[in-house]
């Protein structure tokens, strides 16, 4: 059984910044892709960040030069780092697990940005 905790998220005004955190346990294949998902609010869920566990990362678009994704693979912990944030950044964080076992997600965080 594999679980996903994630913590971090919150209420921040357009420009602050905050970091999520995503503590992934249970039996986990030490060759997997880690990442971060959001939904804002009636819209559908979105990639924002992803990196395997050899370190090569894809961002959404939307994110690209404001988000920075990093892990630590002995804590199978992965971590986003937001700066410049936005109100259209409101929105449902959830952390993914891709592994050979098959693919996880975290409860998921709320984060809010007002202008």
């Known amino acids: 059984q594999v679980q996903l905790v994630e913590s971090g998220g919150g209420l921040v005004q357009a420009g602050g910044s905050l970091t999520l955190s995503c503590v992934a346990s249970?039996?986990?294949?030490?060759?997997?892709?880690m990442g971060w998902y959001r939904q804002p609010p009636g819209k559908q869920r979105e990639l924002v960040a992803r990196?395997?566990?050899?370190?090569?990362?894809n961002y959404g678009d939307s994110v690209k030069d404001r988000f920075t994704i990093s892990r630590d693979n002995a804590k199978n912990t992965v971590y986003l780092r937001m700066n410049s944030l936005k109100p259209e950044d409101t929105a449902v964080y959830y952390c993914?697990?891709?592994?050979?076992?098959?693919?996880?997600w975290g409860q998921g965080t709320q984060v809010t940005v007002s202008s």
């Open positions: 993914n697990l891709v592994t050979i076992g098959g693919g996880y």
């Open positions: 249970g039996r986990i294949s030490s060759f997997n892709s």
């Open positions: 990196m395997s566990s050899g370190g090569t990362t």
